[in-house]
């Protein structure tokens, strides 16, 4: 299938896995036993072993501080789980888009569409429900603002 789809699917699991560990641990206040089991079992670069020290971590900016030196310097400035995840966000779309755009294999290249297509079913969402809740247009917007990855 290629490195492009590789990557693609190694970004996705790693983006999972630390988001909801961040969550599980520290929204849920699961035990770290718990929050491992919740996991995706993975090879990435959060392989299972990892993960399971992590989740042993007793804060949010424990397990940032601990993450390997490419993955902190790509987080620098990220200070909760929310920012964690949009900034994760962001990046995915961004490669996405890249390989969207490139000669990768076809499999790829629809992953990457889908990657952009489910982000843009969940800002669907996020609106109709900001509606539903009453809020106002302008509170919506700011809640979507998202990255320049948008397919012109």
Not at 117 to 133: P, Y
Request: glycine share 4%; charged share 25%; aromatic share 8%.
């Amino acid at each position: 299938m290629g490195e492009p789809f590789r990557s693609l699917m190694a970004n996705l699991i790693d983006r999972i896995n630390l988001v909801w560990l961040l969550r599980y641990r520290f929204n849920y206040r699961l035990p770290p036993a718990q929050v491992y089991y919740l996991l995706v079992a993975s090879r990435y670069s959060l392989p299972s072993a990892r993960l399971r020290e992590l989740a042993a971590l007793d804060s949010p900016a424990a397990v940032l501080g601990a993450l390997h030196a490419a993955w902190q310097a790509r987080l620098s400035g990220v200070k909760d789980i929310p920012a964690v995840f949009a900034y994760m966000e962001h990046a995915a779309a961004e490669q996405a888009l890249r390989v969207l755009r490139s000669r990768a294999p076809e499999i790829a290249r629809a992953f990457a569409y889908l990657i952009l297509r489910e982000r843009d079913l969940r800002a669907v969402r996020a609106v109709l429900r900001g509606r539903h809740l009453g809020l106002a247009d302008d509170d919506i917007r700011l809640a979507l603002r998202r990255g320049p990855a948008e397919l012109s």
